[in-house]
Each structure stands twice: as C-alpha cells, then as structure tokens.
C-alpha cells in the first residue's frame, strides 16, 4: 500500500517507453460509430475481465480526469445507465491524454487490459467527445454488506457518506495517501480492543491523491492546518481504482476533515508527587549517517524536538528507549545538557548504566536530583536473552516517603530479519521474535521480583493482549494506563493504519495502589512523519521547534503518591 503511488510511476512511464501513444481527437463523423459493447460487460463480474486482450468500444461520461503527467495520465468514464447487475462495475480507466473533461460523453477504442489487477483500456486508439452526459455518484458504504469487496465498484464515482476516520498518514507526505476507516481508527487486533484483521480490512480505504509524483510540492489535507490521525470527514467523493493490492479511491472532490483530534498542548494531569515518563526518542543519536540524523542540521532540528517533548512531560524521572550507545559522555550527555539549558542548570542529571548491552542503542534513565535520591547502585539482569539489557535504580523522595524501583526496558522488536523456529512469525498477529520476547519478559518479572515496589516501564514491542504483556501481568503487575486512560485513547504507536500499545506502564500491586493516574500524550503517533526532523523528504515549511512528532512513540506519563 505505501509503495503504490511510486510504483504506478515507474509502470506508467514504462508504458509511454512501449509505445503507447495518446489517442486521436473525434474525426468528423466518428460519433456515429457505435459501441460495440457496455463498460459492464468489458468489466465482468469477476476480478479480471472476460474481453482481455480483445479490442473494445465503449461509451461513457468521464467522471475523473487525471490526464496530466504527473497523474496518472488517463481518465475514468462510465456508463450513465447502470446495467443492473451489481456483481458489474459500470465505470473503467483510460489511460490516454487525448484532452476530455469531466462530464464529457466519449466513445472510447482500446483494448481492454488488466493492468496490476486494475481493469482497463490501453493501449486506446480512438477517444472521440460527442457532447455532454451527467453521472451521478453511488453512495457506498463500509464495511460493505455479506463480506463483498470492493470490485463492483472499480473505476466507478462512488460517495461515502458516512463518516470516515484518518487512520494512517505515513505515507502523505511522500505519496500524497492517507487511509480512513469507518466505525473510528483502527485498533491492532493483539492489543485488547476486539478488533480482527478481517475486520479491519473491510472498514478501511486508501485515498490517493491521483498522482505519480513522490514527495509532491503540493501535499494534501495540509491546508489550512496538517491532517492528525483521529480527524474525520463525510461525503468522500471520487473515482475508484485498484493499486498494487489494495483499492484506492481518487477523489474528484476536495475532501475536507473536521478537527476532531486537535494536539494536545500538554499532557494531562496524573497527580502524585513524583512524576515517572517512559520515552522512546526514535534513535536519538550523536554520531550521524547511523540509525539516526544525517547531518548535522537534522541531529539538531531532533534534539530540539526531543528537549521540547521531555520539558512538557516535566517528568521527575523518565526511561528513555533508542539512546545511541556511545557512553554517558556521548548522545545521553547532550540530551541531558540540552535540557537542562532549556529548564535550568542541574535540573536534570543521569543514572550510570552498568550493562548497557552491545547494541547500536541502549536504554538509559534521566532524573531530577532535587526530586529523588538514588538508593544503592544501579543493576540490571544477569540473562543473556537481552539485546538490550534493562536499567534498574531504586529512588526514594527528598525528604523522605516510600522507595521504588524504576526498571527500564526495550524488548526486541517485531521485524522478522534472523527470525529462526519459534522465533518466525506464528500467524497469530504478533510478529516475529514473540518467544524471544516472552523469554525477555520473563526475565524481566523476576528482576521486578525482587525488588520491594517495582514499576516496569519501556517499549516491549508488545501489544496489550500478547504474550509478554501476559508474563507480566500473571506474575502481579499491574498495568497503569488500562487503569487511567480510556480505551479510545489507549495507544501509543500506529503501524499500518492500525493503532495500538507499545509502550508500557506496570506496577507491582503495592505500587500501584500508589498511582494517582497515567495518561499516554499523543504528540507523535497521530502527526504524519512529514512533521518530524528529517530534511531529506520533508518541505522546511512544516517544521516546528516542538514537541510533536519528536518520535514515532508517544510518551506515557504516569504519578506516584510516594509520601
């Protein structure tokens, strides 16, 4: 799905390399020169159609004209009267320059091809304009009914009337595509909110922006402000077509969507007198061309993002994920210098980490030395299962209350590369590496074991209702934001326009009867990545020096009543 508008360039211009030339404008005469069959009967009632290979004529009214060469260089028609079969699409591509506009009646010659699953004329060797027609679009809506997809609808003008939620925007500003569902966002069906897959399929659509361009220099829904995951809009319009696996509506009308998700300026309030964060900071490194920015323009422009981001949690302590491994006088010292430049001198200092692991990045511990006071010696666990070891540190409050064991983690991620056995992917929904993340789990609840009030916190790379957040919970701890956050708002990361918990807070059952509550402040996984500190894709227009979009993970904040 996030390839296709690149790819349709690629084939496209193949297309144009193997000959195909635009048609020729109506002759004198050649008006009356019949269709020799229904865009119906070209189309079929099967995925692919039954004419291909075979050389066509159809009528039509053009609905959607994206001719030019930085679109998809055709336009769709389609028959003003319906044959009646609803297993049948009345509308087809074109994929021709001759000059048409919408509303215009046409009789095309081409020959019917199936182009990546995509039905069409080409190559088209006639397209002749003999007056004016008027189709109306059919409204749709999703999930559709009896489990049908939607191949009835191809290169049809379709209207959604219902509303319709922006769940993914990964790929706007590089395709100009952005994917809304029905019914809300989508959730990941492993973390809790009873969601399937089937089911999230059949809610959801991609809209295109009728382009082959990437990084175009006019990006959609930007205007007058940048499209969040979580806006909606009703009555989306346009032509529907099909793109390397998935439909994709182009829309013949400027769609436009209801600030319903506004940035929240500051996370909400969790109460306590200690305030613990848990933050993954997206690679935050200082040696550059690594996992992080390239340049020394990037690796600022991040830095102050991630400054900005820590001074709204204002945390007493936090756990940082993704800190480049290069010692504490390296990424972590700047960060912490950083900040505390931006909220006063000795404000914030750092835990020594004593088993950062071998890994390019590493898990470390910021805190406020007027707030907490170190008890003992930093540790870790002993196991070898860790690729990045976990951080623990005991704190007790200045003045005095009850001690608690801060243990930050980063459990090994989904992606399959060096997947073995158990570790492939099981086709149950979490991915790769789940065994080893359940043997990581386990080690982690028995560090937490052994210590007196225990709070796990981190990236574990596991949703809500998968097997490590399991091992966890069984062995007493208790997760803070299924307590506090409501479950629409329990989310921290959005992977293929699904959202979902990645990021943890649990409590070992006396602690937690300390919490005074957890919010997860969603500056990141609801903004499009064109927001973030990359230079190299994104228009200079749409930095800010904030905290949003300061990573891919949204922060979760949680409060303690410790005295």
Same mark, same amino acid.
């Given at each position: 799905?996030?390839?296709?508008?690149?790819?349709?360039?690629?084939?496209?211009?193949?297309?144009?390399?193997?000959?195909?030339?635009?048609?020729?404008?109506?002759?004198?005469?050649?008006?009356?020169?019949?269709?020799?069959?229904?865009?119906?009967?070209?189309? &079929?009632?099967?995925?692919?159609?039954?004419?291909?290979?075979?050389?066509?004529?159809?009528?039509?009214?053009?609905t959607g004209d994206f001719q030019r060469t930085d679109q998809l260089k055709g336009f769709f028609i389609q028959d003003p009267a319906p044959d009646g079969d609803p297993r049948t699409s009345d509308g087809i591509f074109v994929y021709s320059t001759q000059e048409v506009k919408p509303g215009d009646r046409v009789?095309?010659?081409?020959?019917?091809?199936?182009?990546?699953?995509?039905?069409?004329?080409?190559?088209?060797?006639?397209?002749?304009?003999?007056?004016?027609?008027?189709?109306?679009?059919?409204?749709?809506?999703?999930?559709?009914? *009896?489990?049908? #997809?939607?191949?009835?609808?191809? !290169?049809?003008?379709?209207?959604?009337?219902?509303?319709?939620?922006?769940?993914?925007?990964?790929?706007? !500003?590089?395709?100009?595509?952005?994917?809304?569902?029905? *019914?809300?966002?989508? +959730?990941?069906?492993?973390?809790?909110? *009873?969601?399937? @897959?089937?089911?999230?399929?059949?809610?959801?659509?991609?809209?295109?922006?009728?382009?082959?361009?990437? #990084?175009?220099?006019?990006?959609?829904?930007? /205007?007058?402000?940048?499209?969040?995951?979580? /806006?909606?809009?009703?009555?989306?319009?346009?032509?529907?077509?099909?793109?390397?696996?998935?439909?994709?509506?182009?829309?013949?009308?400027?769609?436009? +969507?209801?600030?319903?998700?506004?940035?929240?300026?500051?996370?909400?309030?969790?109460?306590? /007198?200690?305030?613990?964060?848990?933050?993954?900071?997206?690679?935050? +490194?200082?040696?550059?061309?690594?996992?992080?920015?390239?340049?020394a323009e990037e690796r600022e422009r991040q830095l102050t993002k991630l400054v900005a981001a820590l001074k709204g949690l204002n945390p007493d302590v936090a756990g940082l994920m993704e800190v480049e491994n290069n010692g504490d006088s390296g990424a972590l010292k700047t960060l912490v210098d950083r900040l505390?430049?931006?909220?006063?001198?000795?404000?914030?200092?750092?835990?020594?980490?004593? #088993?950062? &692991?071998?890994?390019?990045?590493?898990?470390?511990?910021?805190?406020?030395?007027?707030?907490?006071?170190p008890v003992g010696a930093a540790h870790s666990s002993a196991q070898a299962v860790f690729e990045r070891p976990p951080l623990a540190q005991e704190f007790q409050p200045i003045g005095g209350g009850a001690k608690f064991t801060l243990i930050v983690n980063h459990l090994k991620s989904k992606g399959c590369t060096?997947?073995? *056995?158990?570790?492939?992917? @099981? &086709?149950?929904?979490?991915?790769? +590496?789940?065994?080893?993340?359940?043997?990581?789990?386990?080690?982690?609840?028995?560090?937490?074991?052994?210590?007196?009030?225990?709070?796990?916190?981190?990236?574990?790379?596991?949703?809500?209702?998968?097997?490590?957040?399991?091992?966890?919970?069984?062995? &007493?701890?208790?997760? @803070?934001?299924?307590?506090?956050?409501?479950? /629409?708002?329990?989310?921290?990361?959005?992977?293929?326009?699904?959202?979902?918990?990645?990021?943890?807070?649990?409590?070992?059952?006396?602690?937690?009867?300390?919490?005074?509550?957890?919010?997860?402040?969603?500056?990141?996984?609801?903004?499009?990545?064109?927001?973030?500190?990359?230079?190299?894709?994104?228009?200079?227009?749409?930095?800010?020096?904030?905290?949003?979009?300061?990573?891919?993970?949204?922060?979760?904040?949680?409060?303690?009543?410790?005295?």
């Amino acid at each position: 799905m996030r390839r296709t508008a690149a790819a349709l360039a690629t084939v496209l211009t193949a297309g144009l390399a193997a000959g195909v030339q635009p048609a020729t404008a109506a002759e004198p005469g050649t008006c009356g020169t019949p269709a020799t069959h229904r865009i119906a009967e070209v189309q &079929g009632t099967g995925d692919a159609s039954p004419l291909r290979g075979q050389t066509v004529r159809v009528e039509g009214v053009v609905t959607g004209d994206f001719q030019r060469t930085d679109q998809l260089k055709g336009f769709f028609i389609q028959d003003p009267a319906p044959d009646g079969d609803p297993r049948t699409s009345d509308g087809i591509f074109v994929y021709s320059t001759q000059e048409v506009k919408p509303g215009d009646r046409v009789l095309v010659t081409g020959k019917a091809t199936e182009y990546n699953g995509l039905t069409e004329l080409s190559p088209v060797t006639a397209v002749d304009v003999c007056g004016r027609g008027k189709v109306v679009p059919g409204n749709v809506r999703l999930p559709l009914k *009896g489990g049908a #997809n939607l191949e009835q609808y191809e !290169g049809m003008l379709i209207r959604f009337p219902q509303k319709l939620t922006a769940t993914e925007t990964y790929q706007l !500003g590089r395709y100009g595509e952005i994917t809304v569902s029905a *019914g809300g966002r989508l +959730f990941q069906p492993t973390d809790g909110h *009873g969601s399937t @897959q089937a089911g999230n399929d059949a809610r959801q659509l991609l809209v295109d922006d009728g382009s082959n361009v990437q #990084n175009p220099a006019t990006i959609p829904y930007t /205007d007058p402000r940048v499209l969040r995951i979580g /806006d909606t809009t009703a009555g989306l319009t346009g032509v529907l077509t099909y793109q390397y696996g998935a439909y994709a509506l182009q829309p013949t009308r400027t769609a436009h +969507f209801a600030d319903d998700n506004p940035e929240p300026k500051k996370p909400q309030a969790v109460g306590g /007198d200690v305030r613990v964060a848990s933050f993954n900071t997206l690679n935050w +490194f200082t040696t550059l061309n690594e996992r992080g920015a390239n340049s020394a323009e990037e690796r600022e422009r991040q830095l102050t993002k991630l400054v900005a981001a820590l001074k709204g949690l204002n945390p007493d302590v936090a756990g940082l994920m993704e800190v480049e491994n290069n010692g504490d006088s390296g990424a972590l010292k700047t960060l912490v210098d950083r900040l505390n430049e931006a909220v006063g001198a000795g404000t914030y200092t750092w835990v020594e980490n004593p #088993n950062p &692991g071998t890994d390019a990045i590493h898990v470390a511990m910021i805190y406020k030395p007027a707030k907490l006071k170190p008890v003992g010696a930093a540790h870790s666990s002993a196991q070898a299962v860790f690729e990045r070891p976990p951080l623990a540190q005991e704190f007790q409050p200045i003045g005095g209350g009850a001690k608690f064991t801060l243990i930050v983690n980063h459990l090994k991620s989904k992606g399959c590369t060096g997947a073995t *056995g158990a570790d492939t992917d @099981q &086709g149950d929904g979490q991915g790769c +590496f789940n065994a080893h993340r359940v043997a990581q789990a386990k080690a982690v609840a028995d560090l937490a074991a052994h210590e007196e009030n225990p709070l796990v916190i981190g990236d574990l790379n596991s949703y809500t209702a998968e097997d490590p957040i399991k091992v966890l919970t069984g062995a &007493g701890l208790v997760g @803070q934001t299924e307590r506090f956050v409501r479950p /629409d708002r329990r989310y921290s990361y959005v992977f293929d326009g699904m959202s979902g918990e990645l990021d943890h807070v649990l409590a070992g059952a006396a602690l937690s009867r300390r919490v005074t509550g957890a919010t997860i402040w969603h500056v990141n996984s609801d903004e499009p990545t064109l927001l973030d500190y990359n230079t190299e894709y994104n228009p200079a227009r749409f930095y800010r020096p904030d905290a949003f979009r300061s990573s891919d993970h949204d922060p979760v904040l949680v409060g303690l009543r410790l005295r």
